[in-house]
């Protein structure tokens, strides 16, 4: 961040990595005494929750038991009725290509404005970083608004500058093709995500030596080397947190998908994960499908993800 | 000392910055230029690049409800809460799973990466359920706990890697040259720790800023509104007309810019104060 | 350091229970009264108005009212319209934190009402307008014959179009059938007297099943039918084939649409604007992008159609109504009465958890009160009670709201409504009807779609 930080984390990449601390193992209570605010706070905020969820999902559980009635126990069966429907199926197809698409276009875009930011001077990268904050701050009511403005297709902006060169795009309709739709949510959950990413990985980078790295320089080591070598090893745990941020927030996106939809597009055809189930659950006030729905999910994205969160557990205890 | 081709590039580079810069910031300069005009001008099917005529009307029109200061404390109330909060229990857990081995450390740290995984569908019930039966609806602390633990296990992966990479020989050189371990820690470790914390606490301030549902359902009177709950009824301000888009607009400029506040002020302290104490250390 | 870091922790903890307790604010009701006493000194009861459309004088008068009345203090709560589902569903079971009287959605009455999260209030029902309620939302809150919520106001759909443009079409008075308001929009169309691009005789949405519902329910059809306690989807009935019939034409021969446009906005169509993006010097000399010589929308749109002008004194862009560009009607049916529209408005009921239900009975005699109905009445909100109808004046927007109200219909009370509403499939199911080439199988397939969300709990 600055010459002093630099300096000192070249004294910490100097420094050989400590070794793992044996000589704690007499104070055994100290890591628990540690851990205990975040564990409680996440008990006190989940436990209860997530048990009811659990217990809900097995249950008959409408606005009739919300408001008093007893609630029959149903075994699996809300989870054999989303199985057993063929329209999920696609939709969980979409939304796994939808995640990926968003997920890795985030990643690549937001680690190259961080290292960006790494290599400009300090206004233009203080610049970057507000217009990055800035759009990360803008209320997403407010930003949803202002990009179905931009793609209106009467008033548009993106209308306006593509007919303005000539191109037929005049009233062009970009929501009724689900296809573009999709372009569009993409456009949008990747400009909302990426400064996230930057930030997060930016400040990974700060923690790379400038003199290490020139260096290997002098070593011969080409910038690809000198990236992947140095560079992304230090950053990899940020990285690794971020991008599994995205692929679990991505899979559900909803509220970007929901306001797209509440513009335009035919629901059915647009309708990714986030969207569908809130239309299932909560939208129908089928608490009990809602919490089914729920553990699916959570089923779904372990699945999804459960490979690279081993290999994120291996590299913690490495 | 830097080459001239080195300087060259750094050109290039600043050159992309900014245009990127002007790319992202686009939809908000888009929000801010709205904001400064009447509702009738933003129904053309012209788009208004420059808003020349524009005036601060709309903002007015926002602070004439007199609902914006309450909402805007309870929010900063809120936020300071959870980030400090935050920051600190992320911390010490960070400094336990990186620093420690100890019986139950993987199960810690696979339920960390978990927890982020469970979908809020649906829980709005339970979370309600729950506030209510402490009568903790409607505060500020109630709503916090929610928020610090859906903010806290990022934060703890995230400093987790920050302190891993301190060696703890830095840390106990400076006490040996007569530092006490606070001292230790706060002018060796800490500043170290500032990226990631200035990090974390940007990425926590915002969640917590822009958050609805939650907010929605824990703080159900309009006493205790937080600015997405206050920004929501201002859209809503008047279904027997239509929304007045311009000063939504301006009431979502209003939300947004404390944040760029928060983060000068934060940046300004890690960069400036932190970091140099600890070269003095 | 262990010693330390509790000390720090416990520190934190403590600053941040100091800070809640200074922002946690009452939020618990009165201490439980015995029987419905109707004495209010030192209590509190909680009212929830949904949107803005209750404007700040009637909101004051109730709460002087109420104070003048039982001595008590009236705390009257904004709820907004996009969220109000989620706070009944959390709020009204708690007897700690439910409102005493809310209001609701009229569509939504029907779902709070069969799951016991009113009070039955049939006694008050005649002392508070008894048949001179407006029945159709009275229905809206009605379970077994017992009154559990009544009519807050009601609102409605009307048309507006473009005396200009008709006249240049040739069509000076406004259709009195639907058959005539069929092919006089078509006429206008296909006309086009200012040669506008993308022109819609009638600009209806391809996804705005809330307007087209008209045509259905015009020709004597419906969405859903009840029998036997058993709802079954009603669209390949033959009267709603004709209505649907009737639709497809207008969608091919009057409306320029796009298919997947919705119920909001309509009336920026029927604005004139100003230049293109990207004319061609061609184009400008008709300066009006997508435009409409008619659109159908709620009242409230009138404050949003008007000549584009500026405020004397402010500057500020404005719209004013042009009698002489702009005209309203309610939707004609073919037997000489207006033709249904879908209802607007909301109910008012008392929660069945509420710890002061003799003070809400007071509050809704206020309410139901001629002052407090006369009021709403000359606020454009249509009053509950039918005797105070001319409180909302004479000028064509109340003269339009007063007839097309006056034969408007409720979304079916079927069970599974909310599910049908979630999933969009009406709005699906609209968009497909202009390019269908065989509408007794759409409608057979969406019947098939329908029918299963209708009866599920």
Redesign the interface.
Known sequence: ??A??T???V??AE????P??AR??R?????????????V??A???G???V??II?STQ?F???Q????AAPFVGLQNYATLASDPYMWTVILRSILFCFAAAAATMIVGTL?AL??N???AW????????????????????M???N??FN?????V??L???IGLP???H?W??NPVSFYGVALVIVV?MS???VA??I???L??VSEEVLEAAQIDGASPRQRFFGIVVP?IR??IS?VL??QV?WDL?VFTQIKLL????????ETNLLGTY???L???????GM??A??IF??VL??AI?AFY?RS??KE??A | MRKRRVRA??VI??I???I???I??F??Y??IN?SLLPNVV??????TFVPFGGSFANFTAVFAGGTFLPALGMSVAIAAVVVV?CL???F??A???S????????G????V???????????????Y??MASVNLLNSVIGIS??Y???V???T???L???V???????EEAAMVDGLSRTQAFLRITF??L???L??SG??AF?QV??E?TIALVVLPDNASAT??LW??GF?EASASKATD?GQ??AA??L??LP??FF?LFV?GR??SGL??G??KG | ??RK??AA?AFAVAGALALAACSSGGSTAGTASTGPSTNGKGKTITLWLVGADTPQPLRTYLQTEFTKETKGTLKIEQQDWSDI??KL?TS??DANNTPDVTEMGNTQSP??T????FLDISDQYKALGGTNLLQSFVDAGKVNGKNYTLPYYFGSRYVFYRKDIWAKAGITTPPTTLDQFNSDVATVNSKNPNNIK?FSGFYLGG?DWRDGISWIFANGGNIAKESGGKWAASLEDPATLKGLAQLQTIYKTADNA?????DSNQYIYINNNDS????TTKDKATPV??SAATIMAPGWAHWSIGDKGKDAKTGAVTRTWNPNTFGTFALPGNDSNPAPVFAGGSNIGISAKSKNPGLAKTLLKIIFGKTYQEMLGKNGLGPANSQYTSSLGSDQFASALIASSSNSKLTPAAP?W??V?????M??FF?KIKDAPDLTALAQQYDAKITPMLN??
């Open positions: 961040m600055t002093e930080a300096i000192q984390s004294r910490i420094t050989p990595p400590a793992r601390l704690r193992r104070r055994p209570i100290a890591p628990y005494a540690l851990i205990v605010p975040s564990v706070v996440l006190l905020a989940m209860y929750p997530v009811w969820q809900t008959q409408g606005l009739a919300q408001f008093g009635q404005l960006l930011m290599v400009v001077s233009v990268r203080v610049t970057l970083q507000i217009a990055l904050l800035l759009a990360w701050a803008m209320p997403v009511v407010a930003a608004t202002v990009w403005w931009l297709l009467r008033s548009g902006v209308n306006w593509l007919s303005a795009y005049q009233g309709n929501l009724i400009w990426v400064p996230f930030f997060a930016y400040a990974g700060t923690q230090i745990p940020v947190i599994l941020l679990i559900r939809q509440d513009v335009g597009s035919i629901k059915s189930i809130y239309q659950g909560t939208g129908s006030s089928n608490f809602a919490s729905v729920s999910v959570l994205t372990i993800s969160v994120m557990l913690d205890e | 590039k750094t580079f600043s992309i910055g900014l990127v810069a002007i992202w910031v939809p908000v888009w929000m709205s933003l129904q053309d099917s012209t788009p909060l600190l229990f992320a010490l857990a400094l336990a799973i620093r420690f081995r100890f019986r139950g450390r993987s810690f740290v696979l339920a990466l978990l927890i982020q995984m469970l979908p809020a569908e649906g829980l709005f019930i339970a979370q359920k729950l706990i929610l610090i633990a859906a806290v296990p990022f703890i992966w995230m987790r890697g920050f891993a990479g301190i060696p703890i020989e830095l500043p170290l500032a990226p990631g200035v990090a940007v990425y915002l800023w822009n609805f600015l997405p920004l929501r859209i888009w939504v607009m979502s400029t939300v947004a944040v760029i983060f940046q890690m960069t970091v140099s600890a070269v | 350091m262990k870091i509790w922790t589902v989620t569903t009204l079971p779902t709070f069969n799951v016991g999260a993308n996804q796009p298919g997947d446009a919705q293109i993006a990207g004319a992008s997508l599974g909310a599910s509403e979630a999933s969009g499939v709005e699906e968009s599920a709990k």
